[in-house]
């Protein structure tokens, strides 16, 4: 299936590709070991799970771009297990290091609600994914889905509480809500212009 508008045709699916299986299999993976950690309190387990899903989620994407099998049904099966791993992560992380909790809440909403809301944004557009956003706004892609701002949006926080840094983590957490904030009224913006709103 494709998504067609007067200037570009967009792969909507198939749904079964490599980057999609790899994206199923990390996400189980991941969740498990995450569930395993919570349980048993291991602070290891729970950086083995947290591994799985960054290894994971950068492989689904070199193979998806790779194999030339970057769909859009795709890039939102990443999208919501990106939110499923980070999710049982975060609360597995509190619980075995509750000095964490104020930094994961701001870190939460700020990747459940703002960043699920900009990462869908993609579909408003002819876009396979938000890693195309440039061909929208590239002031957005820049601080969202280029390499540097994938790493520091969350390898920013979680590397600040690896080394126990609990106020700089918050700091960072506040500051990747700030930029979440104004990409928000940026694409807002070019919806209105766009007439798409």
């Known amino acids: 299936m ?4 007067s ?3 967009v792969s909507v699916g198939p749904l079964r590709t490599v980057p999609n299986y790899i994206t199923a299999i990390r996400t189980v993976a991941a969740v498990t070991v995450g569930i395993v950690a919570l349980v048993s309190g291991s602070v290891v387990l729970m950086a083995v799970s947290y591994g799985i899903y960054w290894i994971g989620d950068v492989l689904d994407g070199w193979a998806a771009r790779r194999l030339g099998q970057e769909t859009r049904a795709g890039a ?11 999710a049982v992560l975060c609360v597995g992380l509190v619980s075995l290091l509750p000095d964490v909790a104020v930094v994961a809440v701001v870190f939460l909403l700020s990747f459940l609600v703002l960043d699920t809301m900009l990462s869908l944004a993609f579909l408003c557009w002819p876009l396979l994914s938000p890693n195309h956003f440039h061909l929208i706004d590239r002031r957005v892609w820049a601080v969202n889905w280029s390499p540097p701002a994938k790493v520091a949006n969350t390898a920013g926080v979680v590397g600040a509480i690896a080394f126990e840094q609990y106020p700089l983590a918050l ?7 700030a930029v979440k904030l104004w990409s928000i009224t940026a694409v807002a913006g070019l919806l209105e212009r766009d007439g798409r709103a």
């Open 7 to 9: 200037r570009v045709t």
């Open 171 to 177: 700091g960072v957490a506040v500051a990747v809500v």
């Open 76 to 86: 939102v099966f990443d999208i919501v297990s990106d939110r499923a791993c980070t």
């Open 2 to 5: 494709t998504f067609v508008d």
